[in-house]
């Protein structure tokens, strides 16, 4: 019985954007200018034509009311049917007007009013006023006492005054709808001129994708954008400079690793002739040297290998954070050259410095540097080497001189460059790059490095750290 594999596990999808992702920032502003717009204009709408209306109808109820008021307290005059009636009668314009008595007779003109129980109410004496909307004819109407069970009934249509409001709606629609195309055009151009500035750095991320280009982009003016341009004309620039290197390093590696390969592949030929059958042998010394030629070339590769691998390490941008005795890391590399230079005298006199930094970094720029100096010391040679500090600083200096023929005065500048070797020193064992390991330790740890001539008479090289000799004390 076979066992069905298990289904490979599903991958995680990238989440897929949203409508709002999916349309442009240009199209995202105009979009929300205009709503922004919109919302103010709606909002400014409504207050205006519930003001408006609210005080309209305030002011029709009013005028409404202070008529009828007028007329029930105005003078009378008696009709042919021998019934006195108010004067307002005969001079109301625009308005309807009743008198209603306490058994619900009306008497007055042929148009009348509305009639209700309120107005009936009021007649009776059982409420001082009444106001309200009649929807059927769409009017006011306002009941006020006149006389001893009587009320004057008035109304007025509310029909001028909707018309008003019709008009006001109809200005207030217009005048929004101009001002939110308004703005949506002005957010299409802010938007334009805004992201122009992200439109080319948009063009220059992909020219760069596509060729490779890292030539820097104009900038126009001082704003966010003028900076996010700046910052990122820094970063082409930094990347530039890392190709660069990288360019020159590989160049000057291949360099120097082609002689080795050529004498290592000629001795390997030369051996391999020699083993054929119809072949003349080689003598047993030729053979050794041919071994012993072969394993240095080896050592040396494998040297000019490790010094690129460490080099290419000190390239990479590293966080220093730890407290280190350079004391100690001086002593420990004075061991190993010990053991590598059995018959070359150290003379050291170290004071004692602590700072933050990377142990085995220093501890490895301080052996090249004293293998160098162990290298161009002569057979029971001197090197010194001094640790102290700067007065008043916040450094401290490492110098090692040798007793050797001392450095060039026109080689000085160059001794820490990569692959680079004196005229006298390309004869020596040596890939190039111990002091140019020393130099990114140390520009690495905010510190540099010098070369000069010792009083002894041969090379210093110095190098500078900061730090504090009181750490140790305080920690």
Known sequence: MTVPAPPPPELDEPPRPSRLQRVSLRNRVTWLAAMCVAGAVALVSVGAFVTVRDSLYQQLDDNLTERAVEAAEGPLVRTADLQQ??????VATNFKINVLSADGTVFG???RPPMSVLELSVAKGEAQRSLRTDKGSNSRVV?????????????????PTQGTL???????VVMGGAGILLAAAAGTAVARAGLRPVQRLTAATERV????????????????????????????TALAESQERQRRLVADAGHELRTPLTSLRTNLELLQAAARPDAPSLSEQDQREMFSD???????????????????????????????????????????????APRIEFDVDLSP???????????????????????????GGRVRVELRPEEGAGMTVLEVADSGPGIAEADRPHVFERFYRSSVARTLPGSGLGLSIVKQVAERHGGSVLAAEAPEGGA????????????????
């Open 143 to 159: 009941a006020v006492p006149t006389g001893r069970n009587a009320a004057l009934v008035m109304s007025t249509s509310l029909q």
């Open 209 to 236: 994708a596509l060729t490779g280009d890292l030539r820097p982009i104009p900038v126009s003016g001082d704003d966010e954008l003028a900076r996010l341009t700046a910052s990122f004309n820094g970063m082409l």
């Open 85 to 90: 009636v108010p004067v307002a009668f005969f």
């Open 294 to 340: 072969v394993q240095a070339q080896v050592e040396e590769l494998s040297a000019l290998v490790g010094d690129l691998v460490e080099l290419a390490r000190e390239d990479t941008p590293q966080a220093v954070h730890e407290p280190v005795d350079l004391v100690e890391v001086v002593e420990r590399a004075l061991g190993r050259a010990q053991r590598r």
């Open 460 to 475: 210093l090289l110095r190098m500078t750290l900061p730090g504090s000799s009181q750490q140790n004390e305080q920690q």
């Open 166 to 172: 019709a008009q006001l709606s109809v200005v207030l």
């Open 353 to 379: 410095w602590v700072m933050m930094g990377d142990a085995t970094a220093l501890e490895r720029a301080v052996l090249n540097l004293l293998d160098n100096a162990a290298k161009w010391s002569p057979e």
């Open 109 to 111: 003109p042929e148009e």
